[in-house]
């Protein structure tokens, strides 16, 4: 009986541990799904299927210990280090702003990166690749334009890690858009990756 008494507390307290480093992990599947719907909304694809937050499944006939070890590790972990259910698609004015200003100037942008003249870059940016394929007459234009829409997509970042209550996602965030906008780049695109250009 003392053998089953120390491995249910040891099970406990794994439990415990693993809900507090869960907590601390950046939840990739779910910025990936936002990730997604932003740029489809800023590249005007419409068509793709609006994405949904991941939901954990619950599992009715879940063993009693696992029960008791989830309402024990609720009570033993302060409401702050308790995280709020993460939501990249939270909505706040500013986001909306953002995402609406990343859209509208897409369209302008679109030409040069089907040139090679810009590429996407391994921060979640825009970078000029060959400025000598934009026109001399629209070259300034263009390096208005990039340098806007880089702005907007760091506010960008920095408004969804602040809205999830983890401004130190930021990073982890970028890296994620960056990622899905290669996946989700034309052919022929180009995209920096490691200092390198690369043609989609």
């Given at each position: 009986?003392?053998?089953?008494?120390?491995?249910?507390?040891?099970?406990?307290?794994?439990?415990?541990?693993?809900?507090?480093?869960?907590?601390?992990?950046?939840?990739?599947?779910?910025?990936?799904?936002?990730?997604?719907?932003?740029?489809?909304?800023?590249?005007?694809?419409?068509?793709?299927?609006?994405?949904?937050?991941?939901?954990?499944?619950?599992?009715?006939?879940?063993?009693?210990?696992?029960?008791?070890?989830?309402?024990?590790?609720?009570?033993?972990?302060?409401?702050?280090?308790?995280?709020?259910?993460?939501?990249?698609?939270?909505?706040?004015?500013?986001?909306?702003?953002?995402?609406?200003?990343?859209?509208?100037?897409?369209?302008?942008?679109?030409?040069?990166?089907?040139?090679?003249?810009?590429?996407?870059?391994?921060?979640?940016?825009?970078?000029?690749?060959?400025?000598?394929?934009?026109?001399l007459?629209?070259?300034?234009?263009?390096v208005?334009?990039?340098?806007?829409q880089?702005?907007?997509?760091?506010?960008?970042?920095?408004?969804?890690?602040?809205?999830?209550?983890?401004p130190?996602?930021?990073?982890?965030?970028?890296?994620?858009?960056?990622?899905?906008?290669?996946?989700?780049?034309?052919?022929?695109?180009y995209?920096?990756?490691?200092?390198?250009?690369?043609?989609?």
């Amino acid at each position: 009986m003392r053998k089953v008494t120390i491995s249910v507390t040891a099970l406990l307290a794994i439990f415990i541990v693993a809900c507090v480093t869960i907590n601390v992990y950046f939840p990739e599947a779910a910025a990936v799904e936002a990730a997604d719907r932003i740029i489809d909304k800023v590249r005007g694809d419409t068509e793709s299927s609006p994405t949904t937050q991941l939901q954990p499944r619950r599992n009715a006939d879940a063993p009693m210990l696992l029960a008791i070890a989830h309402g024990i590790g609720g009570f033993l972990i302060s409401d702050a280090n308790a995280q709020a259910p993460v939501d990249f698609d939270k909505p706040s004015p500013e986001k909306q702003a953002l995402e609406n200003s990343l859209a509208a100037r897409f369209p302008s942008l679109r030409p040069y990166f089907d040139s090679g003249a810009i590429g996407l870059t391994d921060s979640g940016l825009i970078e000029f690749r060959d400025r000598n394929l934009v026109p001399l007459k629209d070259r300034n234009s263009v390096v208005q334009l990039v340098a806007a829409q880089n702005n907007d997509w760091n506010a960008l970042y920095a408004e969804i890690a602040r809205l999830n209550g983890h401004p130190e996602w930021q990073d982890s965030i970028r890296r994620t858009f960056a990622g899905r906008w290669v996946a989700k780049a034309n052919r022929g695109w180009y995209y920096r990756e490691g200092g390198t250009w690369k043609q989609k």
